[in-house]
């Protein structure tokens, strides 16, 4: 019964490296996201998917770029990590009821950038 | 374009006391709203969510919110705390297709319960 599972769920990286948190879940869901979470900010979303092949950018896209070749898995790329990259990073994923529909969410990847 | 402002980042109550956290939502057509629950170092799991079928939604762990379409809001309380409680309570609308399916959060409730 894995649900969403995200990896890793703790990285350290230094200012410039690129790196890829992975994203995957085993209920055939349409609908997939990435939120990011900071102190006082909520979650925020960065991605989102509605099926393999279709991507679009959500209210924080910049320095982060995502594809979906299937429709189990959904990587978020950082291209050239900076400071301000430090965060909580969530995957979530829907069925094809949204907006209706529960959304459900991975353990978080932890993410610091020095 | 929608948007959900919940009052209060944290909120203290002793334990066996009434939970109180309050969410307002702005959106041009009443939205599918959702409260969600995060213990320490976890994901979010669902605690409840109005599709407008009833105006009074009953989640898990006892609590419920209850939809007032002309206060544009959509509160969440339990009658009775307890220490498990103790979390982070977010409050989250999600509109119909395309971009607007997407869940918005508002930006959190730290919820604090007192022996």
């Known amino acids: 019964n894995a649900g969403v599972t995200q990896t890793p769920k703790f990285q350290v990286l230094k200012t410039g490296q690129s790196m890829t948190l992975q994203c995957a879940q085993d209920?055939?869901?349409?609908?997939m996201s990435w939120y990011r979470q900071d102190p006082g900010m909520g979650l925020r979303l960065i991605h989102y998917s509605v099926g393999a092949g279709i991507t679009d950018q959500g209210e924080v896209p910049n320095g982060y770029n995502v594809s979906r070749s299937t429709t189990e898995d959904f990587p978020l790329r950082l291209l050239s990590a900076a400071p301000s990259q430090t965060s909580v990073y969530f995957c979530a994923s829907s069925s094809r009821d949204y907006p209706t529909g529960e959304l459900f969410f991975g353990e978080g990847s932890r993410l610091t950038v020095l | 374009a929608q948007s959900v402002t919940q009052l209060g980042s944290h909120v203290s109550v002793s334990e066996g006391a009434l939970v109180l956290l309050r969410c307002n939502y702005s959106s041009s057509v009443p939205p599918y709203l959702f409260w969600y629950v995060q213990y320490p170092n976890q994901g979010l799991q669902l605690l409840l969510k109005y599709t407008s079928a009833a105006t009074l939604v009953k989640g898990i762990n006892g609590f419920e919110a209850e939809f007032k379409k002309s206060e544009t809001s959509f509160h969440l309380t339990k009658p009775s705390a307890h220490m498990s409680d103790a979390a982070e309570y977010f409050c989250a609308s999600r509109n119909y297709g395309g971009s607007q399916g997407n869940l918005i959060f508002g930006k959190g409730t730290k919820l604090s319960v007192k022996p």
């Open positions: 209920m055939n869901h349409e609908y």
